[in-house]
């Protein structure tokens, strides 16, 4: 478990996504501090209707991250359809239309090794639902990082396939349930 002061949180997901970060966001308050970045497999010849999803149903602000875009706190970033999304080490977001990484643009593990070098220590990062095993390495680093790494409990989780990778790539990782997430990330926000 990280001692360093959580300056951010990172979020993957894939099937059953909507629904996990339906039970989430919306309970987290509009002066929310921590900066969230979110990446959920959108296929890319889609929209994506995520950020209007949840700017609907959300106290905190929703935006789809624009490349080059400096974090603001009580904002969560989606990546957008069809780009890597990452965070550089000056506290930015940056895009990517590089090659996919398992099988995904945007990827999960991208944006976790990305965040897990800029803030190391002071991130924590998420590995919800999904049919992959996209966000095992991620998180790897997160925890070689020394950052708070989390996976949803496999019982609780629509596909458990994403967290159970992400937990045996990452076995000092936290198993939470959703309802159990969202008292802790309210915890996060008060230390």
Request: with cysteine.
């Amino acid at each position: 478990m990280s001692v360093a002061p959580v300056e951010a949180i990172s979020i993957g997901a894939s099937a059953g996504a909507v629904q996990a970060l339906l039970r989430i966001l919306p309970a987290l308050p509009a002066d929310y501090p921590i900066p969230l970045f979110i990446v959920v497999h959108v296929p890319p010849d889609r929209s994506n209707a995520l950020v209007s999803l949840f700017a609907a149903k959300c106290q905190i602000a929703v935006r789809e991250a624009e490349d080059k875009e400096p974090i603001l706190p009580s904002t969560v970033y989606f990546a957008p359809s069809d780009y890597h999304l990452l965070v550089e080490a000056d506290r930015s977001l940056s895009l990517s239309m590089d090659e996919p990484v398992n099988h995904s643009r945007p990827a999960i593990d991208v944006l976790l090794e990305s965040a897990a070098d800029a803030y190391g220590p002071a991130l924590a990062a998420i590995v919800l639902t999904g049919a992959n095993h996209d966000g095992a390495a991620g998180l790897k680093a997160v925890c070689a990082a020394g950052g708070t790494a989390i996976v949803q409990d496999f019982a609780d989780a629509q596909v458990a396939t994403m967290p159970e990778a992400a937990l045996t790539a990452c076995p000092s990782a936290r198993v939470m349930t959703l309802d159990d997430l969202i008292p802790y990330l309210l915890t996060l926000a008060a230390t």
